[in-house]
C-alpha cells in the first residue's frame, strides 16, 4: 500500500547573514519513506551529521513514524548572499500529497507557496541575504530650506528582521554666511518622509470623458491670410504670448470640421499646427494648454496608493483615485448620481510586474494625480511618497518606531571687538547665524530684568559689525557672547526600533521644512 507525505513544515523566510538553525517536519504515513537533499548555491550538500556544508554528495534518507519525522538544519554564518535549494524525495513505496500550484504576479511558478507534488520530488528554496542598511537623514522636501552641510545616521538590521531601539543623530548647516535656522517646533515622528522616485513617460493617457484642454491660456493675431495650410504667422513671438507646443487652437474657418488642432512647433512669430486650417489676416485665434490627470511611469506601481505626495520640482501635488460623477435632479428627493468614469490612483495598465526571489522589483503602469498637468510634466523624475511610519512601511516596507525625536540648534558665541560702557551698541567679530530677536548672555551681561535680546543689527548678515541690543550694557573687549533662539547647525537625535527590516538598504528623510525656518 502506498504510503503519503502530507507536508513538508519548514519555515522558508529568508536567512540572516549570521546564520540560524532552522527544525522541520515531515508529516505523513508511518513507513513513508524520503531522501532530504539541500544544496548551497556553490553546489555543495548539506551534512545532517556535521551540520555543515560539503563538497561531496549527502542527504538525509529516513522513514516518517507516528505520524512525523523532526529534525534541523544549521545554516552557516556567511560573507555574501547565498541559496539554498532543498529538495524533498519520496521513496519508492511513497508518494507526495496531491500538487496544488501558486504562482506570482508574473506567472511564474511560486514554489514555495505551492504544495505537494505530483512527481516523486518536491522542491523548495531560502534565500540567505546580507544584513540591509536605513539611512536616516536631514531633507527639505520643498528645497527652501537649506540644508548644504549634511549628517545622517545608519542602523543596520538583518533583511527581514527586527532590530531592538537604537538611537540616532543627524544634522545638517547651512553653508550661506548670512543664512540661518530657527527653530519653530519639535519634530515627530510624522516628520519623516519617505519616497520613491519614478520617471514619467513621453505621453499623458486621456481618461475617457475627461477635458484635457479645460482653459483658454493664450492668444494670438493672426498676421496674414491661412488658405488650407498647417503654417500659420502671428504678429508677435508665440511663445512670448505664452503658446506652447500641444497647445489646442480655435477660431478659425473650418473648425467644426476639425474639432481638436494642436500646435506641433514654435519658430518665433510662425507656428505649425496638426492640420491645414483657414484663417483671415487680423482674426484672434485662441490656445488652450492640454492637462491631463493620467500618466505613465517607469516603475513603483505597486508602492504607490492614493493620498501619496507628488512631487516635481517645486509643484506638489498628491496620488488621487478618478471620479467623474454627474448628478441628476439635484436637490429634488429624485437626486441622483451618475458614474461617468471612474479609475483607480494607480494600475499596472497591462504591464507585466518583474521579480526577483518573489519581491516585484519593478511594474511600470500608469498614475492619477489630484491636478491636470501640462505636457512639460512628460519625462520629469519625481517623488513619490508620504510621512510619517506609515509612509516607511508602505513605500519601503519596514516597520519602525521612531520616539523621542528632538531638534536641537548649536549655540553660536563670538565676541565683543570694543568695550561697551553704558550702551545697547555692541561690536561683536561675527555675526553669521544670529538673528534679529535672539537672546543675549555672557560674562558681564546685565541680566536684572532678563537677558536682552538683539532689536537690529542682525538677521541676514555675517563677518564683524555692531548689533543693537534691547537693554543698555556695559561689557570689556573680548568677552564672549552666546546668542540662543537661531543657528547655523541643526541636530536631530532620537531612538528607532525596527519592528521589521524591508528587503533592501533604504533611505528615510526627516523633512525639516516642518519645523525649521530660515532667513
Given at each position: 500500500?502506498t504510503?503519503t507525505?502530507?507536508?513538508?513544515?519548514?519555515?522558508?523566510?529568508?536567512?540572516?547573514a549570521s546564520?540560524?538553525?532552522?527544525?522541520?517536519?515531515?508529516?505523513?504515513d508511518?513507513?513513508?519513506g524520503?531522501i532530504?537533499?539541500?544544496?548551497?548555491?556553490?553546489n555543495?550538500y548539506?551534512?545532517?551529521?556535521?551540520?555543515?556544508?560539503?563538497?561531496a554528495?549527502?542527504?538525509?534518507e529516513q522513514?516518517i513514524?507516528g505520524?512525523g519525522?523532526s529534525?534541523s538544519?544549521k545554516?552557516?554564518r556567511?560573507?555574501?548572499?547565498d541559496?539554498?535549494?532543498?529538495?524533498?524525495?519520496?521513496?519508492?513505496?511513497t508518494k507526495h500529497?496531491?500538487?496544488?500550484?501558486?504562482r506570482?504576479?508574473?506567472?511564474s511558478i511560486?514554489?514555495?507557496?505551492?504544495?505537494?507534488?505530483n512527481?516523486?520530488?518536491?522542491k523548495k528554496?531560502?534565500?540567505?541575504y546580507l544584513?540591509?542598511t536605513?539611512?536616516?537623514?536631514?531633507?527639505?522636501?520643498s528645497?527652501?530650506?537649506e540644508?548644504?552641510?549634511?549628517s545622517?545616521?545608519?542602523?543596520?538590521?538583518?533583511?527581514?528582521?527586527?532590530?531592538?531601539?537604537t538611537?540616532f543623530?543627524i544634522?545638517?548647516?547651512?553653508?550661506?554666511?548670512?543664512?540661518?535656522?530657527?527653530l519653530?517646533k519639535?519634530?515627530?515622528?510624522?516628520?519623516?518622509f519617505?519616497?520613491?522616485?519614478?520617471v514619467?513617460?513621453?505621453?499623458?493617457?486621456?481618461?475617457?470623458?475627461?477635458?484635457?484642454?479645460p482653459?483658454?491660456?493664450?492668444?494670438?493675431?493672426?498676421?496674414s491670410?491661412?488658405?488650407?495650410s498647417?503654417?500659420?504667422?502671428?504678429?508677435?513671438?508665440?511663445a512670448?504670448?505664452?503658446v506652447?507646443v500641444?497647445d489646442?487652437?480655435?477660431?478659425?474657418?473650418?473648425?467644426?470640421d476639425?474639432?481638436?488642432?494642436?500646435v506641433?512647433s514654435?519658430s518665433g512669430?510662425?507656428?505649425?499646427?496638426?492640420s491645414?486650417?483657414s484663417?483671415?489676416?487680423?482674426?484672434t485665434?485662441?490656445?488652450?494648454?492640454?492637462k491631463?490627470?493620467?500618466?505613465?511611469?517607469?516603475n513603483?506601481?505597486?508602492?504607490?496608493?492614493?493620498?501619496?505626495?507628488?512631487?516635481?520640482?517645486?509643484?506638489?501635488?498628491s496620488?488621487?483615485d478618478y471620479?467623474?460623477v454627474?448628478?441628476?435632479?439635484?436637490?429634488?428627493?429624485n437626486?441622483?448620481?451618475?458614474?461617468?468614469?471612474?479609475?483607480?490612483?494607480s494600475?499596472?495598465?497591462?504591464?507585466?510586474?518583474?521579480?526577483?526571489?518573489?519581491?516585484?522589483?519593478t511594474?511600470?503602469?500608469?498614475?492619477i494625480?489630484d491636478?491636470?498637468q501640462?505636457?512639460?510634466?512628460?519625462g520629469?523624475?519625481l517623488?513619490?511618497?508620504?510621512?510619517?511610519?506609515?509612509?516607511?512601511?508602505?513605500v519601503?516596507g519596514?516597520?519602525?518606531?521612531?520616539?523621542?525625536?528632538?531638534?536641537?540648534l548649536?549655540?553660536?558665541?563670538?565676541?565683543?571687538?570694543?568695550a561697551?560702557n553704558?550702551?545697547?551698541?555692541v561690536a561683536?567679530?561675527?555675526?553669521?547665524?544670529?538673528?534679529n530677536?535672539?537672546?543675549?548672555?555672557?560674562i558681564?551681561?546685565?541680566?536684572?530684568?532678563?537677558?536682552?535680546t538683539?532689536?537690529?543689527?542682525?538677521?541676514?548678515l555675517d563677518?564683524?559689525?555692531?548689533?543693537v541690543?534691547?537693554?543698555v550694557?556695559?561689557l570689556?573687549?573680548?568677552?564672549t557672547?552666546?546668542f540662543a533662539?537661531s543657528?547655523?547647525?541643526?541636530?536631530?537625535?532620537?531612538?528607532v526600533?525596527?519592528?521589521?527590516?524591508?528587503?533592501?538598504?533604504?533611505?528615510v528623510?526627516?523633512?525639516?521644512?516642518?519645523?525649521?525656518?530660515?532667513?
Amino acid at each position: 500500500m502506498t504510503k503519503t507525505i502530507t507536508n513538508f513544515g519548514l519555515d522558508l523566510s529568508s536567512i540572516s547573514a549570521s546564520g540560524e538553525v532552522r527544525d522541520f517536519v515531515i508529516a505523513g504515513d508511518t513507513g513513508a519513506g524520503f531522501i532530504l537533499e539541500i544544496k548551497n548555491e556553490d553546489n555543495y550538500y548539506y551534512n545532517f551529521v556535521t551540520n555543515k556544508f560539503q563538497a561531496a554528495q549527502s542527504d538525509l534518507e529516513q522513514s516518517i513514524t507516528g505520524g512525523g519525522y523532526s529534525g534541523s538544519i544549521k545554516f552557516p554564518r556567511v560573507g555574501d548572499a547565498d541559496e539554498y535549494n532543498i529538495s524533498l524525495y519520496a521513496k519508492p513505496g511513497t508518494k507526495h500529497v496531491t500538487y496544488n500550484e501558486a504562482r506570482f504576479a508574473d506567472n511564474s511558478i511560486d514554489i514555495n507557496s505551492s504544495t505537494g507534488s505530483n512527481s516523486l520530488m518536491m522542491k523548495k528554496v531560502i534565500y540567505q541575504y546580507l544584513d540591509v542598511t536605513l539611512t536616516i537623514t536631514p531633507f527639505s522636501l520643498s528645497g527652501n530650506v537649506e540644508c548644504g552641510s549634511v549628517s545622517s545616521d545608519t542602523v543596520i538590521i538583518p533583511r527581514g528582521k527586527s532590530k531592538a531601539k537604537t538611537n540616532f543623530s543627524i544634522s545638517c548647516a547651512v553653508t550661506t554666511a548670512t543664512k540661518a535656522y530657527k527653530l519653530i517646533k519639535q519634530p515627530t515622528q510624522n516628520d519623516l518622509f519617505s519616497y520613491v522616485s519614478p520617471v514619467v513617460g513621453s505621453a499623458p493617457v486621456n481618461i475617457p470623458g475627461e477635458d484635457i484642454y479645460p482653459a483658454h491660456t493664450a492668444s494670438g493675431v493672426i498676421d496674414s491670410n491661412v488658405s488650407s495650410s498647417t503654417s500659420v504667422a502671428l504678429t508677435e513671438d508665440a511663445a512670448g504670448a505664452g503658446v506652447l507646443v500641444g497647445d489646442r487652437i480655435t477660431g478659425f474657418a473650418l473648425e467644426a470640421d476639425n474639432p481638436i488642432i494642436t500646435v506641433s512647433s514654435i519658430s518665433g512669430e510662425d507656428i505649425v499646427v496638426s492640420s491645414a486650417i483657414s484663417v483671415s489676416s487680423g482674426v484672434t485665434v485662441k490656445f488652450f494648454k492640454r492637462k491631463n490627470y493620467r500618466w505613465p511611469v517607469n516603475n513603483f506601481v505597486h508602492l504607490i496608493k492614493p493620498g501619496m505626495f507628488v512631487q516635481d520640482g517645486s509643484n506638489i501635488t498628491s496620488i488621487s483615485d478618478y471620479l467623474d460623477v454627474t448628478t441628476l435632479n439635484a436637490g429634488t428627493v429624485n437626486e441622483q448620481k451618475v458614474v461617468n468614469e471612474a479609475v483607480g490612483a494607480s494600475e499596472p495598465g497591462g504591464n507585466i510586474p518583474v521579480i526577483s526571489e518573489g519581491i516585484i522589483t519593478t511594474l511600470a503602469g500608469n498614475i492619477i494625480l489630484d491636478s491636470q498637468q501640462l505636457l512639460s510634466f512628460a519625462g520629469n523624475t519625481l517623488k513619490v511618497g508620504n510621512y510619517g511610519p506609515e509612509g516607511l512601511l508602505s513605500v519601503h516596507g519596514y516597520n519602525t518606531e521612531f520616539t523621542d525625536v528632538k531638534a536641537t540648534l548649536t549655540t553660536i558665541t563670538t565676541t565683543t571687538t570694543a568695550a561697551v560702557n553704558k550702551s545697547a551698541n555692541v561690536a561683536i567679530a561675527d555675526r553669521g547665524g544670529i538673528l534679529n530677536g535672539s537672546v543675549v548672555s555672557g560674562i558681564g551681561i546685565d541680566a536684572s530684568a532678563a537677558n536682552p535680546t538683539i532689536s537690529s543689527g542682525a538677521s541676514s548678515l555675517d563677518g564683524a559689525g555692531t548689533i543693537v541690543l534691547s537693554a543698555v550694557q556695559t561689557l570689556e573687549k573680548n568677552r564672549t557672547l552666546t546668542f540662543a533662539g537661531s543657528s547655523t547647525t541643526v541636530t536631530v537625535t532620537g531612538n528607532v526600533k525596527v519592528n521589521k527590516s524591508g528587503t533592501a538598504s533604504q533611505t528615510v528623510n526627516i523633512d525639516i521644512d516642518r519645523f525649521i525656518s530660515i532667513t
